[in-house]
């Protein structure tokens, strides 16, 4: 069973000061990393914002979470992130996903593709950016990607290359990350233009989870498995506070105190939700939203390491 870890989710646009102001609260308070998301909106670029994130912080770990597929080549993308890896001493996690928010795309003037045709892209891309950055000469030729004797330089200082996170909440995305990925990032799936989660029940992790492991096969034990709260409520009055995310989320009080991605307790109670999810689900890597990362922070505190 995997230790506990925990990261934080920055989604706002920060000046210099409160960004360094942020990365170095979220290490002093012992989170492992901070992760960056990637829209087309008013936020930091995750990489250039990943690598202020570790020069403030020596020590956390910076990621993105995660990288939409059909905004980078992937071969442009391998080298970014193995420039960020060196000049970090080995501390990125690539997140990447197949991209779901349709107005990502719209506003750049992009084609939005089936779901099929992302999770292709996806898997093409995957293939082009483990080449590189594991080093040596790299020529694929596939439907969406082709690269022609590229070498893998600059070498990232992981080896064989940073933990890759691919998160994603439908079948084909997941099975992809259990064959593929270090870390599996489970998420809610989201309609395409409001981003309304529309699985966060435990039934609906149970289910994807058992497609990781279908999937993963004998990795199964190298896979890492993440997921993000979409809320995280510390409250001694819980019961009240389950009921407003219930209202919320429009789920009954049960299925709230029951899901991985709504955290909502007392610390005592959360300790032992998150032991819960861990035995049930497997999950050890749990990422906070910016706006909770405070209040989080005794339960880190408690769990971090165990």
């Given amino acids: ?26 290490a002093d308070l012992g989170y492992a990393s901070l992760l960056v998301i990637d829209h087309a909106g008013d936020q930091l670029a995750p990489l250039p914002a990943m690598m202020a994130a570790a020069d403030a912080a020596p020590g956390l770990r910076v990621g993105s979470f995660v990288l939409a597929e059909g905004l980078r080549h992937p071969a442009v993308l391998a080298r970014e992130a193995a420039t960020v890896d060196r000049l970090t001493d080995g501390r990125v996690e690539l997140g990447l996903g197949a991209g779901w928010r ?45 690269v022609h004797d590229l070498d893998g330089l600059p070498a990232p200082a992981q080896r064989p290359h940073p933990p890759i996170l691919v998160g994603g909440g439908g079948r084909q995305v997941l099975t992809l990350a259990a064959r593929e990925a270090d870390i599996v990032g489970l998420n809610p799936v989201h309609t395409a233009t409001e981003g309304v989660p529309t699985d966060l029940t435990a039934a609906a992790t149970r289910r994807k989870v058992g497609w990781i492991r279908a999937a993963a096969g ?10 993000r709260a979409y809320r995280t409520v510390v409250a001694r009055d819980w019961r ?41 689900f497997g999950v050890s890597y749990v990422v906070v939203t910016a706006d909770a990362y405070r209040v989080f922070a005794p339960v880190v505190a408690r769990m971090s390491g165990r």
């Fill in 1 to 26: 069973m995997r230790p506990f870890r925990f990261g934080v989710e920055a989604s706002d646009s920060y000046d210099r000061l409160a960004w360094r102001s942020l990365s170095r609260d979220v």
């Fill in 102 to 146: 349709r107005t990502d795309y719209d506003r750049l003037g992009l084609l939005f593709p089936s779901g099929a045709e992302r999770v292709e892209r996806l898997a093409e891309a995957l293939a082009i950016v483990k080449a590189l950055l594991s080093g040596g000469r790299v020529s694929i030729t596939g439907r969406h990607y082709t």
């Fill in 218 to 227: 004998e990795r199964l034990d190298r896979v890492e498995l993440n997921i």
């Fill in 240 to 280: 009240a506070a389950a009921d407003g995310v219930a209202a919320e989320m429009r789920l009954p009080v049960e299925e709230v105190l029951a899901s991985p991605h709504l955290l909502v307790g007392d610390i005592e109670r959360l300790v032992d939700a998150l032991e819960r999810h861990r035995a049930e």
